[in-house]
């Protein structure tokens, strides 16, 4: 860390340089966290720092005011360097009111900046955080470097000469929040300015009012004596490109358009609404004019059925859910199975089981994704990793779904799907083409319904294709044909040949790579959100000197072809999940291998720290 005397902010007071910073906003679901926090990452990205943020929402749609279970929070981790994570301890946490601090002060770390509205400390918001004392007047607080802010009544004063109501005024105080911390970090106000002159320049009096606020906070930063020096943050060093800031649900939307491109084929989503995938729903809802068509259904059945319906008609098809949502869908998915159709089917995993915690994140629904269906109905399953991978994973799965004519699940969680970091902007000539061939009428003398190619995938027909008419629904199948058919034998050599069709997968993806050493003591295997984490501790472990190496998995129905031999050369293999342990159970009962489990369903991500230290058990 070097010291400077004055840094980009034209800071007066002492500025330190440092690799990054992990920061937290907490406060009421009312009092604007997400907006400010969103507002911090574009203008962290612009200034050209590496990214990434963990949004947390309340479960509650109404949760009451100032109450424990409202507490809605904004992480960001920016970095002069390459990141993997939202942070693990947090370096400076802005708490809006007594319950945000309750429930989010154990992640602060010791000597922290601590950042609290004092006028919410009432003692009306006391009790409902159920505080028997003020912890800003006992030693509760003494391990932080705590800073107690009036912003309520800094916030009034700025816009008091504006004829603002009291409530209209208040909800101005996340832009104090934000425009302290821009000041703690050197972050430039104009990005957030114009933010303002486009979202309220219909209404001239409150975006004068975000404006003040915003820039009274800054000032008060400048101006406090209990902040003597702020932070700056150099720009991290990516590989050339354009980049935007991108959710996961975000990055799976323009993956399926771009499949969609890449394929010649119109995208029709046929969805319900339902946390945390709606905003797959809403993001692709926004370009008719790339020809998408977006369809709200009544209900889960109706939503997976429509899109079965549109892959029947010959358009790339997906629907979109979360583990509730799925539950329903699954009689239709064995439809499309049955029916050897191309079908993206959508799972951003939450909490459960049931309602469970529906804005919280888990990866607890893959064993559903393998066996969640009646009957042998084997479907590929792939996983994404990260808010960018979201990108490039739904482009794959549609290569998977057309080339071997079977629908293709894709899991992503809530941690992915709210979580943002920069996604490099890929130029359209290195995006894979993705080959369709449908027969024709010049086919139909040798044309039949379930005729195989190479990959034992059946004709894409489209319906009123002159001479190509055929049956069509989900009784079994009689080979080749296509007629209803209910010999026993005709019935096991189907199934044979389906689950056969979804195995030769294998052969068709890459082998899994492995990041470190190609043999040693410790393979990490990981799939999902758990990227980062698990990333970030094998880097941490191996510069200790420890013989670790790391395997994240993309393809988990059927899993690479190496992966036997991969995971063979060590000596142990550690599997962290947020479950209960049902990659682990996979890879038990398919490879025999007695890989031991790192499980929490706490709703959070992995710590570094928690995997890092989990290792160093195994391999004490």
Same mark, same amino acid.
């Given at each position: 860390m070097s010291t400077t005397t004055e840094g980009t902010s034209g800071s007066a007071k002492q500025v330190f340089t440092i690799e990054g910073a992990t920061v937290r906003l907490a406060g009421d679901s009312g009092d604007g966290m997400q907006l400010a926090g969103t507002q911090f990452t574009n203008t962290s990205a612009l200034a050209g720092n590496d990214i990434a943020t963990f949004p947390d929402y309340p479960a509650e749609i109404r949760a009451p005011r100032g109450t424990l279970a409202g507490v809605s929070g904004f992480q960001l981790h920016f970095s002069s360097d390459d990141i993997f994570t939202p942070g693990d301890k947090l370096n400076a946490l802005v708490a809006m009111n007594p319950a945000a601090l309750k429930t989010n002060l154990a992640d602060l770390e010791p000597n922290g900046i601590l950042i609290v509205n004092v006028d919410a400390f009432d003692k009306k918001g006391l009790s409902l955080a159920h505080y028997d004392e003020n912890p800003l007047e006992t030693d509760e607080l003494d391990g932080y470097n705590l800073i107690k802010v009036n912003m309520t009544t800094l916030t009034r004063e700025a816009v008091k000469d504006l004829g603002l109501n009291t409530r209209v005024a208040d909800r101005c105080r996340n832009f104090f929040a934000m425009g302290l911390l821009y000041w703690l970090y050197g972050r430039s106000t104009d990005v957030t300015l114009r933010f303002i002159d486009a979202k309220f320049g219909a209404k001239p009096d409150v975006a004068e009012a975000n404006r003040r606020t915003l820039l009274a906070g800054r000032n008060y930063g400048e101006t406090t004596e209990a902040l003597p020096s702020s932070y700056h943050i150099d720009a991290a060093k990516l590989t050339p490109g354009t980049y935007r800031n991108m959710t996961g649900n975000q990055a799976l939307a323009w993956g399926v358009m771009a499949a969609a491109e890449c394929s010649g084929k119109e995208l029709f989503l046929g969805s319900y609404p339902i946390t945390p995938a709606s905003d797959i729903l809403h993001e692709l809802s926004k370009f008719k004019n790339f020809g998408v068509r977006t369809f709200q259904a009544e209900d889960e059945i109706a939503a997976v059925t429509s899109a079965i319906g549109a892959s029947f008609g010959g358009?790339?098809? $997906? =629907?979109?859910?979360? &583990?509730?949502?799925?539950?329903?869908?699954?009689?239709a998915m064995g439809l499309a199975m049955i029916l050897e159709l191309p079908l993206l089917i959508i799972n951003i995993q939450r909490g459960g089981p049931s309602t469970g915690l529906p804005t919280k994140t888990e990866q607890s629904d893959l064993l559903q994704a393998m066996f969640g269906r009646n009957g042998e109905c084997p479907i590929p399953i792939i996983s994404a990793s990260s808010p960018a991978d979201c990108f490039d994973t739904a482009i794959e799965a549609w290569r998977i779904a057309v080339r071997f004519m079977t629908p293709v699940i894709i899991l992503s969680d809530g941690y992915i799907a709210n979580g943002a970091e920069p996604w490099r902007i890929p130029d359209v000539s290195d995006l894979p083409k993705?080959? $369709? =061939?449908?027969?024709? &009428?010049?086919?139909a003398d040798t044309f039949h319904p379930y005729s195989r190619d190479e990959h034992l995938a059946r004709p894409w027909a489209i319906p009123g294709t002159p001479g190509l008419m055929h049956r069509i629904g989900g009784l079994e199948k009689q080979d080749i044909t296509g007629d209803v058919c209910y010999d026993p034998d005709n019935h096991q050599h189907m199934t044979d040949l389906r689950a056969k069709k979804v195995a030769n997968i294998a052969n068709d993806i890459p082998l899994q790579d492995v990041n470190g050493p190609e043999k040693g003591d410790l393979l990490v295997l990981g799939w999902g959100g758990t990227f980062g984490a698990c990333t970030t501790a094998v880097e941490r472990c191996r510069a200790e000197g420890l013989s670790v190496a790391h395997a994240h998995l993309r393809y988990l129905n059927p899993f690479p072809a190496n992966l036997a031999e991969l995971m063979g050369r060590y000596n142990k293999v550690l599997i962290p999940e947020l479950n209960m342990g049902q990659?682990?159970?996979?890879?038990?009962?398919?490879?025999?291998?007695?890989?031991a489990g790192l499980n929490k369903v706490k709703g959070k991500p992995f710590a570094v720290s928690e995997i890092a230290d989990e290792i160093k058990r195994l391999l004490a």
């Amino acid at each position: 860390m070097s010291t400077t005397t004055e840094g980009t902010s034209g800071s007066a007071k002492q500025v330190f340089t440092i690799e990054g910073a992990t920061v937290r906003l907490a406060g009421d679901s009312g009092d604007g966290m997400q907006l400010a926090g969103t507002q911090f990452t574009n203008t962290s990205a612009l200034a050209g720092n590496d990214i990434a943020t963990f949004p947390d929402y309340p479960a509650e749609i109404r949760a009451p005011r100032g109450t424990l279970a409202g507490v809605s929070g904004f992480q960001l981790h920016f970095s002069s360097d390459d990141i993997f994570t939202p942070g693990d301890k947090l370096n400076a946490l802005v708490a809006m009111n007594p319950a945000a601090l309750k429930t989010n002060l154990a992640d602060l770390e010791p000597n922290g900046i601590l950042i609290v509205n004092v006028d919410a400390f009432d003692k009306k918001g006391l009790s409902l955080a159920h505080y028997d004392e003020n912890p800003l007047e006992t030693d509760e607080l003494d391990g932080y470097n705590l800073i107690k802010v009036n912003m309520t009544t800094l916030t009034r004063e700025a816009v008091k000469d504006l004829g603002l109501n009291t409530r209209v005024a208040d909800r101005c105080r996340n832009f104090f929040a934000m425009g302290l911390l821009y000041w703690l970090y050197g972050r430039s106000t104009d990005v957030t300015l114009r933010f303002i002159d486009a979202k309220f320049g219909a209404k001239p009096d409150v975006a004068e009012a975000n404006r003040r606020t915003l820039l009274a906070g800054r000032n008060y930063g400048e101006t406090t004596e209990a902040l003597p020096s702020s932070y700056h943050i150099d720009a991290a060093k990516l590989t050339p490109g354009t980049y935007r800031n991108m959710t996961g649900n975000q990055a799976l939307a323009w993956g399926v358009m771009a499949a969609a491109e890449c394929s010649g084929k119109e995208l029709f989503l046929g969805s319900y609404p339902i946390t945390p995938a709606s905003d797959i729903l809403h993001e692709l809802s926004k370009f008719k004019n790339f020809g998408v068509r977006t369809f709200q259904a009544e209900d889960e059945i109706a939503a997976v059925t429509s899109a079965i319906g549109a892959s029947f008609g010959g358009a790339m098809a $997906i =629907t979109t859910s979360s &583990g509730p949502g799925i539950a329903l869908k699954g009689e239709a998915m064995g439809l499309a199975m049955i029916l050897e159709l191309p079908l993206l089917i959508i799972n951003i995993q939450r909490g459960g089981p049931s309602t469970g915690l529906p804005t919280k994140t888990e990866q607890s629904d893959l064993l559903q994704a393998m066996f969640g269906r009646n009957g042998e109905c084997p479907i590929p399953i792939i996983s994404a990793s990260s808010p960018a991978d979201c990108f490039d994973t739904a482009i794959e799965a549609w290569r998977i779904a057309v080339r071997f004519m079977t629908p293709v699940i894709i899991l992503s969680d809530g941690y992915i799907a709210n979580g943002a970091e920069p996604w490099r902007i890929p130029d359209v000539s290195d995006l894979p083409k993705i080959e $369709i =061939t449908h027969p024709t &009428g010049d086919d139909a003398d040798t044309f039949h319904p379930y005729s195989r190619d190479e990959h034992l995938a059946r004709p894409w027909a489209i319906p009123g294709t002159p001479g190509l008419m055929h049956r069509i629904g989900g009784l079994e199948k009689q080979d080749i044909t296509g007629d209803v058919c209910y010999d026993p034998d005709n019935h096991q050599h189907m199934t044979d040949l389906r689950a056969k069709k979804v195995a030769n997968i294998a052969n068709d993806i890459p082998l899994q790579d492995v990041n470190g050493p190609e043999k040693g003591d410790l393979l990490v295997l990981g799939w999902g959100g758990t990227f980062g984490a698990c990333t970030t501790a094998v880097e941490r472990c191996r510069a200790e000197g420890l013989s670790v190496a790391h395997a994240h998995l993309r393809y988990l129905n059927p899993f690479p072809a190496n992966l036997a031999e991969l995971m063979g050369r060590y000596n142990k293999v550690l599997i962290p999940e947020l479950n209960m342990g049902q990659l682990r159970f996979l890879i038990r009962a398919t490879f025999l291998v007695d890989a031991a489990g790192l499980n929490k369903v706490k709703g959070k991500p992995f710590a570094v720290s928690e995997i890092a230290d989990e290792i160093k058990r195994l391999l004490a």
